[in-house]
């Protein structure tokens, strides 16, 4: 597991970390490039999500798992790093969502993440236990429910919601202060790094719509795609 080299914001934090979180990003991007080739293969020939929907269904299952286990795991990083033992062993039992909106902003004394971005990690957090914790429904004689499970849970998750879950770790990270120290830093260097590049089909596109650019200033437009894509690699 990849080791942080942290210094600890003041006396009693911790001085270094463990790296799942750069492992949990990595594969968070992995899970999304995959879906946006899929998508930008089912967009250039003419097909519709449903001619795929298990396929892309499941991209949107992975996707939703990896995001919460990364939220989760930054929030338990950030609070094992500035946090006695004992209050982390009482903070770590809080849910997801409440450790970012209530107790990263106790712990170190910040401003809480937005409105918006608590409500989509409540969002994120529901749907991955939808998943996690899935259960059918049953019906009886005549169509009738039996047991009412939580697949209309999955309703929602759509490409579109899967792409907000993708950068919901990087974005509810900008709540962490810099007085957090070296694992503030850490974190928010690991999670911009590991950020999903569109697929190269997207670049074509962008290049197909500037046709009505200079041939140079198109050229410098594919010179500038090319080395960030390469960069990207």
Request: proline residues 7%.
């Amino acid at each position: 597991m990849t080791s942080q080299n942290t210094k600890p914001p003041g006396p009693g934090f911790g001085e270094g970390h463990t790296g799942q979180y750069i492992t949990l990003a990595e594969s968070l991007r992995q899970a999304a490039e995959a879906m946006e080739a899929d998508m930008a293969y089912l967009d250039k020939n003419g097909l519709t999500t449903s001619s795929a929907s298990l396929r892309i269904e499941g991209r949107c299952a992975t996707i939703t798992v990896l995001s919460a286990a990364l939220c989760e795991c930054v929030a338990n990083t950030v609070l094992a790093s500035c946090s006695p033992p004992a209050e982390f062993e009482k903070a770590q039992r809080e849910r997801m969502p409440r450790k970012w909106s209530h107790v990263i902003p106790a712990t170190l004394n910040c401003a809480p993440p937005s409105d918006e971005v608590t409500r989509e990690l409540w969002q994120l957090y529901e749907t991955r236990n939808s998943i996690v914790h899935s259960k059918a429904t049953v019906f009886s004689a005549g169509e009738k429910v039996h047991i009412q499970g939580n697949d209309p849970q999955w309703i929602h998750l759509t490409p579109n919601a899967a792409r907000k879950f993708v950068t919901l770790p990087l974005r509810v990270s900008t709540s962490i202060p810099s007085t957090a120290g070296l694992v503030y830093h850490s974190i928010s260097s690991s999670l911009r790094e590991r950020q999903p590049r569109l697929p190269r089909v997207h670049v074509d596109e962008v290049l197909a719509a500037l046709e009505l650019l200079p041939p140079a200033q198109r050229r410098t437009v594919r010179t500038a795609l090319d080395r960030l894509d390469a960069a990207a690699c």
